[in-house]
């Protein structure tokens, strides 16, 4: 099949390709569509073949389940049971935005779509071209991030287009997107809210609207690189993700002693052959040797950090390096969501200095 491209980034939003992305979802096909994280997958939710569809095109495992988005609250009450009042309290809070809420479903939502679980992650996303696609299509969307199982997710069309090109059929073309990483999960099943996937809303965020909040033990790691708790509640947690072909490590520790480490191991990777790429910001670049380096952001703003990093991990794959080396990035909002995709993408290797 050939991937239409449907440019909707000016404003105001060209209605008439959210007629054909509608027209495309209503008849079981897929379409992807921007969002202020990173690009969506979408098919329609209640539809257990589209979610199938969704699986095969992505190369993803069919029991890790697909985020269902919403335009309205009223959605989510018609697709959950037993929906707590912190339901109520935190969607308005952060909806529309970067939050995803795991509840009980009822029999709306397809086992397809949920990966077997009696339970539905739900969200509202925070884009125009988002939410006029499910208003306009009158459905729910099941919606992974558009990328191949195993890629780093999504932040331009582009990127979507060198997954999935002729594997779907249209990309709504929304320019790059705002945040750059992926929601943050809660479940909201339990009696604590839980934390499964750190974002932009972060713990102390949510505090302030439930009270007492945890992290998920299964996605907590220590210094040798393993969790004390058992496996992450949110199955798409438990793979090695975002992986860039590259090996990658990331150097922590002081700014002069990270920089000498990264160059002499350059030094010695070059020395033997090997491509060697580095991961710096705009005040670090110019000090490094014998690398690629590719400039993330600016320290002192961690939007601009989140914002690049799928891009310049994919950037790596281009360049074709075969060793990456990484500064650290735990800065104080999103540093948790930055370090746990950046040590994801690294099989948590982390060189201490
Ligand atoms: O920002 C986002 O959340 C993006 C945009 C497109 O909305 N979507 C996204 O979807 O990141 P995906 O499929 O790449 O990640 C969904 C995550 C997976 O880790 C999955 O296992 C988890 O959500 N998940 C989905 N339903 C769940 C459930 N019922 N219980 C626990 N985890 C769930
Ligand atoms: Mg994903």
């Not at 073949?49 to 697909?66: F, T, V």
């Not at 679980?117 to 919606?143: F, K, Q």
């Not at 891009?311 to 500064?327: N, P």
Request: proline letters at 6%.
């Amino acid at each position: 099949m050939i991937t239409k491209i449907l440019d909707v980034s000016e404003e105001p939003i060209n209605i008439e390709y959210i007629r054909q992305a509608s027209e495309i979802l209503k008849n079981g096909g897929l379409v992807a569509f921007p969002t202020e994280t990173v690009y969506g997958l979408g098919g329609d939710a209640t539809d257990k073949e589209a979610s199938c569809k969704i699986y095969a095109a992505k190369g993803r495992p069919s029991d890790n389940p697909l985020i269902v988005h919403i335009a309205k609250f009223e959605q989510l009450q018609q697709i959950s049971k037993d929906l707590p009042k912190t339901a109520k309290l935190l969607a308005d809070a952060f909806w529309p935005g970067p939050l995803t809420m795991v509840v009980n479903k009822n029999q709306v939502i397809p086992y397809e779509t949920t990966g077997g679980l009696d339970t539905v992650a739900v969200r509202m996303p925070n884009n125009p071209v988002a939410l006029a696609l499910i208003n306009e299509s009158g459905c729910m969307i099941a919606a992974p991030s558009a990328n191949t199982s195993g890629r780093p997710s999504p932040t331009k069309a582009s990127h979507v287009y060198e997954d999935l090109s002729g594997k779907i059929e249209a990309i709504l073309d929304g320019g790059p997107v705002d945040i750059g990483l992926e929601s943050t999960i809660v479940d909201l099943t339990e009696d604590v809210v839980t934390i499964l996937r750190p974002g932009y809303i972060n713990m102390d965020m949510l505090s302030e609207v439930v009270g007492e909040v945890r992290m998920d033990p299964g996605i907590v790691y220590n210094d040798k690189g393993t969790t004390e708790g058992a496996k992450p509640k949110a199955p798409g947690m438990r793979y090695k993700h975002y992986a860039p072909k590259a090996d990658l490590t990331i150097v922590d520790g002081s700014e002069d002693k990270v920089i000498t480490t990264i160059n002499q191991l350059s030094k010695e990777a070059t020395a033997k052959g090997k491509r060697v790429g580095v991961i710096a910001t705009s005040a670090t670049a110019g000090r490094y040797n014998d690398a690629k380096v590719l400039i993330i952001g600016d320290r002192a703003d961690e939007q601009s950090i989140a914002h690049n990093l799928y891009d310049i991990l994919r950037q790596f794959d281009e360049l074709d390096v075969d060793v990456i080396y990484s500064e650290s990035f735990a800065t104080p909002k999103m540093g948790q969501a930055i370090m746990n995709r950046l040590l994801k993408a690294a099989g948590q290797k982390t060189l201490k200095v």
